[in-house]
């Protein structure tokens, strides 16, 4: 299940919807651009096409040396076409690949949610209650980007890595991933929404973000392992 809507508040700026997501079997994997980022919404859809395409993508063993590698990848094709590295850091990086990773995996026995950056965490216990799991920074977050750039006040990030849970299907039903646009879900403005998150209800899940879409400053995606799509 993988839905995302343009925040209101992006809509009257003129800004398009910075969130993307992918999914498969085994993975769903939410990227949340950066609203300060001048192109970010084209780094988070370049990144996830990428990311399908390398090997073994939704295997969880893999996931943070595909993500490493792909950097990479996009780095060295795309820094020739600039004439310093200090240009290229400031206008591609910064530009373009400031984005949030938050990916979660179903295995047999387990939910294993990764993230690097902000971001919620959403779980159903066996109980059926709902709770929200928030990780913020304020407004400045940890992306992975910043790994590969050089100017002092980005290396303070160097050393950042994924942060990984591990949710047990003996004490859990669900597990949803989601960027921080979901805000209004958590302070309770948007009515029934618990309700249709334990039924993993997709259409209902969606159809609530596009009509209370004035409650949505900032662009929204959640996503679960399995089900539908909108």
């Known amino acids: 299940?993988?839905?995302?809507?343009?925040g209101f508040g992006h809509f009257t700026k003129g800004l398009n919807n910075q969130d993307f997501g992918i999914e498969t079997l085994r993975m769903v994997l939410v990227l949340d651009g950066c609203s300060e980022a001048k192109y970010s919404e084209i780094g988070?859809?370049?990144?996830?096409?990428?990311f399908l395409e390398?090997?073994?993508?939704?295997?969880v063993e893999k996931f943070e040396?595909?993500?490493?590698?792909?950097?990479?990848?996009?780095?060295?094709?795309?820094s020739n076409g600039y004439p310093s590295r200090k240009?290229?850091?400031?206008?591609?990086?910064?530009?373009?690949?400031?984005?949030?990773?938050?990916a979660c995996f179903e295995t047999e026995d387990q939910f294993i949610v990764k993230l690097f950056g902000d971001g919620y965490i959403i779980t159903q216990n066996l109980r059926g209650l709902i709770s929200y799991m928030k990780f913020s920074y304020g407004k400045c977050p940890p992306?992975?980007?910043?790994?590969?750039?050089s100017?002092?006040?980005?290396?303070?990030?160097?050393?950042y890595e994924f942060k990984t849970f591990l949710f047990d299907k003996t004490n859990f039903s669900k597990v949803f991933v989601a960027t921080d646009g979901v805000l209004p879900f958590v302070k309770g403005d948007i009515p029934g929404i618990d309700d249709y998150i334990s039924k993993g209800d997709a259409f209902m899940i969606g159809s609530s973000i596009k009509s209370h879409r004035q409650s949505?400053?900032?662009d929204v995606t959640i996503a679960m392992v399995g089900g539908e799509s909108l």
């Open 1 to 6: 299940m993988l839905i995302t809507s343009q």
């Open 143 to 149: 992306y992975f980007a910043y790994k590969y750039c």
């Open 216 to 218: 949505f400053g900032d």
């Open 44 to 50: 988070t859809r370049l990144f996830a096409q990428l």
């Open 151 to 159: 100017a002092e006040i980005y290396k303070k990030f160097h050393n």
């Open 87 to 102: 240009e290229f850091e400031e206008r591609f990086i910064i530009e373009n690949l400031l984005f949030t990773i938050i």
């Open 65 to 78: 040396n595909n993500v490493r590698l792909l950097f990479e990848d996009i780095i060295g094709m795309m």
């Open 54 to 59: 390398k090997e073994e993508c939704d295997k």
